[in-house]
């Protein structure tokens, strides 16, 4: 509705400014660019995004294994610590564990399983590398989509966001030299405003 009203500013009357029109070109410029150009840029983030983290994707299913775990006896309660498989998930037991890794070795360690009672014997999986060490789930193909999504629209609103301040400092200062014209122009005519003879 703002910018339908605005149109009144391209029509040639006598009562219309300079500046009048240089608003009426900005506020054009702006909604072109939020309207296309913002578009472009989240489009153009999130296809880079999102190439670069099929790629990462595709590297970490090829370098990680799911192997299992056999429980080997529960270990008491510690301090929480930062084990990658269990990463804002629940806390899990600590256990001490045993397993193969993708080159062969035995490992013997303690992890966290999500076992709900945990028992010699009892078998869990857990991601590794291919040396045999505990490493987070590979990010899947639909994750990685999802975040470049996100970045895409998150680019997006940042450049329609930066182009809407840019038209607003700019406004801004137009707004700010009109006002500054009028301070002079009624320096000039205030003295005599209302003045009984001031025009003879």
Request: charged share 25%; aromatic share 6%.
């Amino acid at each position: 509705m703002r910018a339908v009203g605005g149109l009144w500013r391209w029509r040639r009357n006598p009562l219309r400014r300079a500046t009048d029109l240089a608003e009426a070109w900005l506020a054009l410029t702006a909604l072109l660019l939020v309207t296309l150009a913002a578009p472009l840029a989240g489009v153009l983030v999130g296809s880079a995004a999102h190439a670069s983290l099929q790629r990462s994707a595709l590297a970490q299913q090829q370098s990680r294994h799911l192997v299992t775990a056999t429980v080997v006896r529960e270990l008491e309660p510690s301090l929480p610590d930062t084990d990658p498989e269990l990463a804002g998930g629940a806390p899990g037991s600590r256990v001490l564990a045993r397993w193969t890794a993708p080159d062969g070795t035995d490992r013997r360690e303690p992890v966290r399983a999500r076992l709900p009672d945990p028992r010699p014997g009892g078998t869990f999986r857990i991601w590794t590398d291919g040396s045999g060490d505990r490493v987070a789930r590979p990010l899947d193909a639909g994750t990685a989509t999802a975040y470049a999504v996100l970045a895409g629209a998150g680019a997006g609103l940042l450049a329609a966001g930066l182009f809407e301040g840019g038209r607003r400092l700019v406004l801004r200062r137009m707004l700010g030299d009109r006002y500054a014209r009028w301070d002079r122009e009624w320096g000039r005519a205030g003295p005599d405003w209302g003045r009984a003879g001031a025009d003879s």
